[in-house]
């Protein structure tokens, strides 16, 4: 069975400046420039069937095109020891946009029988993953997304599989949905 989600890609432009806010160390793993991402439903395994049925509900909903701008970084797991370094979208109304976006996928998701995370939806990308880092590496980072400014304009959307790989997974592209404005 696929491991889905759903997502928009970020420009491998964008990508590169914001994998240059990840300090260098063994501890943090950087997500590779071409598989920087805003996720937008995270469904797990599906039964390919469904995945089929999945990839043509999908395409029946529109994608816009918006601007947006990266302009926070945070990180996610800082007391568990395990997590992610992200970048996060400015406050918009683009982001209204894709929060709607990411709504109307939800209900299609949901009408399908597939399961959608439960928690509140916060737009971020993720650009590094760690395990047991030094706090300094974290702060770090931080420091490093102070002044984050990045605008880009988000396009598509995609349906991916993840196929697990040793210390990383692969993202395959499954269908992408054009964006219009």
Same mark, same amino acid.
């Given at each position: 069975?696929?491991?889905l989600f759903t997502g928009i890609p970020i420009p491998s432009a964008v990508a590169t400046a914001l994998l240059a806010l990840v300090p260098n160390s063994p501890s943090l793993r950087p997500v590779s420039a071409s598989? #920087?991402?805003l996720t937008l439903h995270f469904l797990g395994q599906v039964a390919e069937v469904q995945a089929l049925r999945l990839a043509d509900a999908l395409? $029946?909903?529109?994608?816009p095109q918006v601007?947006?701008?990266l302009s926070t970084g945070g990180v996610f797991g800082r007391e568990s020891g395990s997590g992610v370094l992200w970048a996060g979208l400015q406050s918009s109304a683009a982001v209204e946009v894709l929060r709607s976006l990411q709504q109307r996928q939800r209900t299609v998701? $949901?009408?399908l029988g597939?399961?959608?995370e439960d928690r509140e939806w916060l737009p971020h990308v993720t650009v590094a993953r760690f395990r047991n880092p030094d706090q300094r #590496?974290?702060?770090q980072f931080l420091d490093n997304c102070r002044d984050l400014s #990045?605008?880009? $304009?988000?396009q598509d959307c995609v349906l991916w599989e993840s196929q697990p790989a040793v210390g990383t997974s692969t993202y395959i592209e499954r269908q992408r949905y054009p964006g219009s404005r």
């Open positions: 069975m696929p491991r598989n #920087l991402h395409a $029946e909903i529109p994608t601007s947006v701008r998701i $949901e009408g597939l399961r959608c #590496l974290l702060q #990045l605008d880009t $304009e988000l």
